[in-house]
């Protein structure tokens, strides 16, 4: 019922604030800088964080920073400037976003007890454990977004996932404090898909920060209602410009179901990018 009530309020305050036409604007900006910024900070304040503080808390205050950075980007250079949050929207994204830490830590908790329990057992941790930061990270990336990218398409076609998933999907706007609007159970789901597949192939603590640093930072940057685009970049990795269509009304538009990186829509024929500022009408589509 909060989740309604704030998107009622949403709707409210986007007709208080008139018949914005935003896409015009939007086509004009080049690029989108703030999502180049964070890209460009993620190795240096990323390295800082790890050196300063334990690999949990490192990955918290990036998170923080990434959420506060593109909130105020969002003031200054709107996609959409009938797309701010509500007081009370951001209240209970809020409330989510310690909903998804709960469930993050209890999971990773688990998973982390599991593992010291197999390593009692004298097995291999796996062979990922090994490899150098510089492959073990994108490894990581890409396939920690594997089961949540298969999860997620499956959320959009079976009815028992879309009920866990389609809160994400019930604001008519998109920015970046609704990108932590996600259900716990949904939440959980891609916690232990990704956190199972990094587990079986033994991926190592500090390759697993980095990309979990950089998972964060894309989900956020994805949602921002920030103008610009990341131009032929978007091929290799998340932008705000394909997944804008995945929140689209329109089912045939609503694809993209990758949000780190667009490799596995790319494999599985979900991907979708036309040229142009993207669908005007974002929300539930049943
Ligand atoms: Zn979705």
Redesign the pocket.
């Known amino acids: 019922m909060d989740c309604e009530r704030s998107v009622a309020a949403d709707t409210a305050l986007k007709q208080s604030q008139g018949n914005a036409t935003p896409n015009a604007a939007a086509a004009q900006e080049p690029w989108n800088l703030p999502h180049l910024m964070a890209l460009a900070l993620w190795l240096p304040v990323g390295t800082w964080l790890l050196h300063h503080s334990a690999t949990n808390t490192a990955t918290a205050i990036w998170l923080l920073m990434c959420l506060i950075g593109f909130a105020l980007a969002e003031r200054t250079r709107p996609y959409r400037a009938d797309w701010h949050p509500s007081v009370h929207s951001m209240g209970s994204d809020a409330a989510l976003l310690l909903a998804a830490a709960l469930v993050d830590g209890v999971l990773k908790h688990g998973g982390l007890l599991l593992a010291q329990w197999i390593a009692t057992q004298g097995q291999s941790p796996g062979w990922a454990s090994d490899w150098p930061l510089l492959v073990a990270v994108p490894a990581a990336v890409l396939v920690g977004e594997l089961g949540p990218y298969a999860l997620?398409r499956w959320?959009?076609i079976h009815p028992l996932g879309w009920r866990w998933?389609r809160l994400?999907?019930t604001p008519e706007q998109i920015n970046t404090s609704n990108s932590v609007r996600v259900h716990p159970v949904n939440m959980a789901w891609n916690v232990a898909s990704r956190g199972l597949l990094w587990w079986c192939l033994g991926f190592g603590t500090e390759a697993l920060a980095w990309a979990t640093m950089f998972m964060l930072m894309q989900s956020v940057a994805v949602h921002a209602n920030v103008r610009g685009h990341l131009g032929p970049l978007a091929w290799l990795i998340g932008s705000a410009e394909a997944h804008r269509w995945?929140?689209s009304t329109r089912p045939h538009e609503?694809l993209n179901?990758g949000t780190a990186v667009p490799l596995w829509d790319q494999v599985f024929g979900t991907w979708h990018l036309p040229k142009g500022p993207g669908s005007d009408a974002v929300g539930r589509y049943r």
């Open positions: 997620h959320a959009h998933h994400h999907h995945h929140h609503a179901y």
